[in-house]
């Protein structure tokens, strides 16, 4: 079964500091990778997408990072802001005749950044 | 215009109540889809409508009815709901369902509470 695990379930840092989130998806064979961002009541909003040839990718200060190998893919957040309290959600998409009804979310980290 | 729109934001409703959630999309997509996301869980698919089409219904109860009117709307018609059904219903879109990189759009979400 396709699973998807994000660590650490919830975190809590200080405004400024930097921090990383996991995800270890079993998916396979693999295309590509999302990050998602949620606020809390509101939808997902996609910061990042990796395929399986990608090892790192940056949207302003997240950058996201791929290892297809070790099926590791992180999220890194450099001088965090409160805006960026927030659930971070990783999906993944298998290579498959299916579409999207065969993506696979993470269960997601809870960041609080407090001041 | 990059947005989905749902409403109402909220809505509480009894369990013989008939209600409905609405979702619009301007995006020329042709993939819509609705989801169910309890708290501190990552949302679970529960149809995609592909070209106006239902294509897949995973296996939700037939107190819950979607309709799709066009290409731009998505309905989820609600009837005798019970009180675990309470939870944020997300709606999204895509470009279309079989499209390998393709990003969800997802609404803001209608947090249903069922008394």
């Known amino acids: 079964k396709n699973q998807v695990e994000q660590s650490p379930q919830s975190l809590i840092i200080l405004e400024g500091k930097n921090c990383t989130l996991q995800c270890n998806y079993t998916v396979s064979p693999f295309s590509n990778l999302r990050w998602y961002k949620q606020d809390t009541g509101r939808g997902p909003v996609s910061l990042t997408i990796m395929t399986f040839s990608e090892n790192t990718k940056s949207n302003g200060r997240y950058t996201a990072t791929l290892d297809a190998d070790t099926k590791q893919s992180s999220l890194h957040i450099t001088a965090s802001q409160l805006s960026d309290s927030a659930s971070y959600i990783c999906v993944v998409r298998p290579i498959s005749n299916f579409g999207n009804e065969k993506l696979t979310f993470g269960t997601g980290t809870r960041l609080t950044i407090i001041p | 215009d990059t947005e989905v729109t749902q409403t109402p934001k909220h809505l509480v409703m009894g369990m013989t109540n008939k209600k409905s959630l609405k979702c619009e999309q301007h995006m020329g997509h042709r993939a819509m889809y609705w989801y169910k996301q309890k708290a501190k869980k990552p949302p679970e698919l529960m149809f995609v409508y592909s070209y106006e089409k239902l294509s897949i219904n995973e296996s939700v109860p037939s107190r819950f009815s979607p309709e799709c009117p066009n290409s731009s709307l998505l309905n989820l018609h609600l009837h005798a709901l019970q009180p675990e059904d309470s939870a944020l219903y997300l709606c999204?879109?895509?470009?279309?369902?079989?499209?390998?990189?393709?990003?969800?759009?997802f609404g803001e979400g209608s947090r249903l509470t069922v008394l």
């Open positions: 999204a879109s895509s470009l279309r369902v079989h499209q390998d990189t393709g990003e969800l759009f």
